[in-house]
């Protein structure tokens, strides 16, 4: 008699614990937001627990697979994780579908459609006429068919996840728009990124229509002599780099002075004291040793580490016969350029700290 009850229980228990299961183990993993264009596609997953798995995005037209990706995917318990693909085929129908599935091993845990236009169905309202990143930030200038408003997010990605992305809400797009997006921090030298602009154009009666566009570019250091800081003279050369990538810049300022008559050469290389980034200033400066009156051509370069030259300045100088007298006065009249070029590194450091 207890044997027949026990089974009972069991057969009665057993199913209700097994929905349970299956429908914790449903809801622990939600897509909670997914989209794509042909250009591109995004899907933000969240999980009530921890989830080491595998997104994978397919692109399929009259129930076939035209192309799939697949992305590790781990996302911490309580936490939203989104991840992008760029889709590498070029489009040769009107309509597709795209599809996002998250998987645990082999097992589905949610998944999702989304309804693919290409051509006139999705042409928004504005031309992109320029979208270029570079190591300091991304430019993209739109040009608008007819006046309207946009929501538009410039992301930077690193293989497929978002590690930056700055939004630029209802932008009125009635002429001609340039968005300039700065990079706030460090970049990895010669790595390469891709930036991806969404844009949302406002509609009255519909929901935004979204498109999305991709640019690439390699992070590099990138400095650039400023020509109306460099100061060459018969007692030495003072010059002013200036940073131009979020790469950081630790490298040297060379000098080079050859003489036009006895081709005979000088070379001073000194250590910039500042590591540059986007609008960061340094000033240095050499002084010549045993330069006799002549012509000389003037070369200046800013080097890395790998002496790879960054940047490069050319000018002439000419340093005039002198008789004793006036050498002597000059001398005795004169400071030394080690002075001089003091008077320049803080003028060029006031000057940097009234710009910000």
Known sequence: MYSNKRKITIRIVLPFVMLLMFTGSASAVAITDFFSDFTSSDVTVSSSQDLRGRAVFELSYSGSTVESHEVPITVGAGEAVTK???WE???????YTARV?????SQV?????YQVSYGTVSLPSFHVVDFSPTNSGAKLLLRPFNPSVADIKIQLLDNNDIIYEKANDDTSLTANTEIITPWTFLLTNNKNYT????IFTHRLYAAPLINTYISNFTATEDVGILPDDVKVDEYGAS?????KSQVPFDGYLVVENRNRATNGTQTYSVQLEDILVSGKETTAGVVWKGLVPGIYDVVIRAEDNKNITADKYETVLRIPEYTNATATATAKGTPGFTAYLLIAVLLAAARRQKGG
């Open 101 to 105: 599935s998250i998987y645990n091993d």
């Open 84 to 86: 992008v693909i760029i």
């Open 109 to 113: 845990l949610a998944s999702r459609a």
């Open 89 to 95: 085929k070029k489009p040769q129908q009107d309509y």
């Open 195 to 198: 930036v991806r602009a969404k």
């Open 239 to 243: 010059v002013t780099i200036r940073g």
